[in-house]
């Protein structure tokens, strides 16, 4: 749809992600999961309240404290850019086999592995 940015798809993918989880999302929850600075994502957040893919709620027990949520029609914008994402990649991954995804998801799991344990001995 006209105004929707990469960066709306992407906040829409984190939050409906921690949501999942059983996470009631703050600002700096997404601010966190995406590397940004705190303030670099209240705009891009205003702007999707603005448009009607987010709300956000006051915490009834700390009134500093403000979660954020999808509206109905930011999962429908999520679902609606999913569903055309993966049904246009679809026909570019017929020919590869089985065999090949299963090797290609163990070669990451395993560089996931070696990274996740030296990334503490980096400085």
Known sequence: PKGVTSSHI???????????QGQRVKGSDISDALH???PGVTR???DMEAKGYL????S???????????TEAGRQLSRQ???QYFNGL????QDISE??????IRTIQQLYQVMSERSGQVE
């Open 90 to 93: 679809a026909p570019f991954l």
């Open 44 to 46: 891009p957040v205003k």
């Open 55 to 58: 709300c956000k709620h006051t």
């Open 10 to 20: 992407i906040y829409l993918d984190i939050i409906e992600s921690m949501e999942r």
């Open 81 to 83: 850019y999913n569903e």
């Open 60 to 70: 009834a027990q700390d009134g500093r404290i403000t979660y954020i949520s999808m």
């Open 99 to 104: 065999e090949d995804v299963a090797c290609t």
């Open 36 to 38: 940004l600075p705190r």
